[in-house]
Each structure stands twice: as structure tokens, then as C-alpha cells.
């Protein structure tokens, strides 16, 4: 797995979304199993890439199987940001969030980290 993936489609300011990859092995090929017997941590760390503000206090946000996120057993990871998590920090016309995954796993204990980089366009009249 690449250390970070960029999704070229511009995001909606405040608008769910939901972002998806695979959780792989220290090879980047292999998938982690089920997360309830292999995976012990996984969170959330979404941040404003320009001047790495937290956005909506999503800093190190547990979503193992909790809190939007899902896995399968296939390893295959599906995360909800909601309205607040794509919220516009600064008042350009658009601005990058990322997400950054961060999981640990095994014994002894082995981790991975993912950044995911998106651009939200920052709407004039949204509320």
C-alpha cells in the first residue's frame, strides 16, 4: 500500500463522505483479517494539510469497528465523515484534508499508517 492515496474528485464542504482502503501486513499486499482477532488499534486523524489543524477534534478518534468505521474480515476498511469532519478551516475556495490511519497489530506489536488526501471545496452559502 502506497503511504498515501489522493482522491482526485473535489469533496462538498460539509457533506458525508466515506473514505475506503484495505488495511494490509507490513508487506502493503496482504490483508489484515478480521479486526476483532487481529487488529488492536485503529484510528482517525483528520487534519488540514496546509496548516495541520485538527478538524472537528479528530485527533488519533479510535475507529476500530467503532465511531463510522468498519472492517471486515477481509481487512477492507470503510470510515463516514460526517458534515462537522468536512468542514472548511480556512477561507480560501478550497482547501486539502487529510486523513491519516494509523493501526497496530500482532505480537510482537507491529504498525501501519495510511494517509488519505481529498480537497474540499469551500461553499459559498453552506450553513
Known amino acids: 500500500m502506497p503511504v498515501r492515496t489522493t482522491i482526485s474528485e473535489t469533496q462538498p464542504e460539509k457533506a458525508t463522505r466515506y473514505l475506503s482502503c484495505t488495511i494490509t501486513d507490513i508487506d502493503g499486499v496482504t490483508p489484515l483479517a478480521n479486526a476483532d482477532s487481529i487488529l488492536l488499534t485503529l484510528t482517525l486523524t483528520l487534519y488540514e494539510a496546509r496548516t495541520g489543524s485538527i478538524i472537528n477534534t479528530c485527533a488519533v478518534r479510535n475507529i476500530l469497528n467503532a465511531n463510522g468505521g468498519v472492517v471486515t474480515s477481509a481487512g477492507a476498511l470503510t470510515v463516514r ?15 486539502t484534508h487529510i486523513a491519516l490511519l494509523e493501526w497496530t497489530w500482532g505480537s510482537p506489536v507491529k504498525a501501519g499508517k495510511h494517509e488519505i488526501a481529498f480537497t474540499v471545496a469551500n461553499l459559498l452559502k453552506v450553513t
Request: with cysteine; hydrophobic share 45%; glycine share 6%.
Open 81 to 95: 465523515l460526517d458534515a462537522a469532519d468536512m468542514a472548511c478551516l480556512t477561507s480560501g475556495a478550497s482547501e
